[in-house]
T-cell receptor, first 114, second 115 residues
Framework: DTEVTQTPKHLVMGMTNKKSLKCEQHMGHRAMYWYKQKAKKPPELMFVYSYEKLSINESVPSRFSPECPNSSLLNLHLHALQPEDSALYLC?????????????FGEGSRLTVL | AQTVTQSQPEMSVQEAETVTLSCTYDTSESDYYLFWYKQPPSRQMILVIRQEAYKQQNATENRFSVNFQKAAKSFSLKISDSQLGDAAMYFCAYRRNNAGNMLTFGGGTRLMVKP
């Protein structure tokens, strides 16, 4: 199984809503990532979890709250978002040892904030 | 900090022809990976090819090959016998070889394939 599964694929929310994006992998990877991608731009790193602990937070606003309940799951909780937060949110996972270079990406969750 | 530069925002190739996408990077590290990812309109990022910096031999995956010039910090992607399904955004990416380190992406090159 070499898949990273993200749900939902599409999400529309108002600025006062609370919603969550979910990501799951069963490759035994112990590093998981959230990226944000605007149209025609490269993905921008938001968070990195390594062994279920937050290891990198790229100065993301607190209205984005990541959570890693176990080694297979990664959530991104959304609250009081702004229209400029509309984007494609990509989850990825990777191994953590030497020789485990590539990241495996999910299909993304397309978020629209009204 | 590492930077990755793709100088070609768009490229076009005729079906069955060969095209080369350029990528340069800047790093002070000696141990790292380089990747080419493809992102079709379906939006999933798919790994095309990877190169480990300590390997001098250029990586090859079927119709895809790289020209890795470590001293020049250049990492170009050659696509041979281009197919309509190759049309996508292509991102060059760098990753330091260490646990939990993130990818640094270039700005991307949109490849169009003409039938």
């Amino acid at each position: 199984d070499t898949e990273v599964t993200q749900t939902p694929k599409h999400l529309v929310m108002g600025m006062t809503n609370k919603k969550s994006l979910k990501c799951e992998q069963h490759m035994g990877h112990r590093a998981m990532y959230w990226y944000k991608q605007k149209a025609k731009k490269p993905p921008e790193l938001m968070f990195v979890y390594s062994y279920e602990k937050l290891s990198i937070n790229e100065s993301v606003p607190s209205r984005f709250s990541p959570e890693c309940p176990n080694s297979s799951l990664l959530n991104l909780h959304l609250h009081a978002l702004q229209p400029e937060d509309s984007a494609l949110y990509l989850c990825a996972s990777s191994g953590t040892g030497r020789g485990t270079g590539e990241l495996f990406f999910g299909e993304g969750s397309r978020l629209t904030v009204l | 900090a590492q930077t990755v530069t793709q100088s070609q925002p768009e490229m076009s190739v005729q079906e069955a022809e060969t095209v080369t996408l350029s990528c340069t990077y800047d790093t002070s590290e000696s141990d790292y990976y380089l990747f080419w990812y493809k992102q079709p309109p379906s939006r999933q990022m798919i790994l095309v090819i990877r190169q480990e910096a300590y390997k001098q031999q250029n990586a090859t995956e079927n119709r895809f090959s790289v020209n890795f010039q470590k001293a020049a910090k250049s990492f170009s992607l050659k696509i041979s016998d281009s197919q309509l399904g190759d049309a996508a955004m292509y991102f060059c990416a760098y990753r330091r070889n260490n646990a939990g380190n993130m990818l640094t992406f270039g700005g991307g090159t949109r490849l169009m394939v003409k039938p």
